[in-house]
């Protein structure tokens, strides 16, 4: 895998920092990220499925352009 001087060299320091090699640390890294985008993937099947009940059951808010979430 090639990764720019920029990215190696901070995987290098994080590597250093928690002790384990950089190909250890960065088989974690890639591990998290794919957990995350299927995490998130699944999360917005979820959202995309129970809106129409939710909106159904509670109705739609308005919402004013500007309006600070309360």
């Known amino acids: 895998m090639q990764v720019d001087e920029a990215t190696l060299e901070g995987m290098e320091a994080r590597a250093?920092?928690?002790?384990?090699?950089v190909s250890e640390?960065?088989?974690q890294v890639?591990?998290?990220?794919?957990?995350?985008?299927?995490f998130l993937a699944?999360?917005?099947r979820f959202t995309e499925q129970l809106t129409p009940a939710?909106?159904?059951?509670?109705?739609?808010?308005?919402?004013?352009?500007?309006a600070a979430a309360a």
């Open 42 to 44: 699944e999360a917005r």
């Open 25 to 27: 640390l960065a088989g």
């Open 54 to 66: 939710f909106t159904e059951a509670f109705g739609y808010p308005e919402v004013t352009p500007g």
């Open 16 to 21: 250093a920092a928690v002790g384990m090699p």
């Open 30 to 38: 890639l591990t998290e990220a794919e957990q995350k985008r299927r």
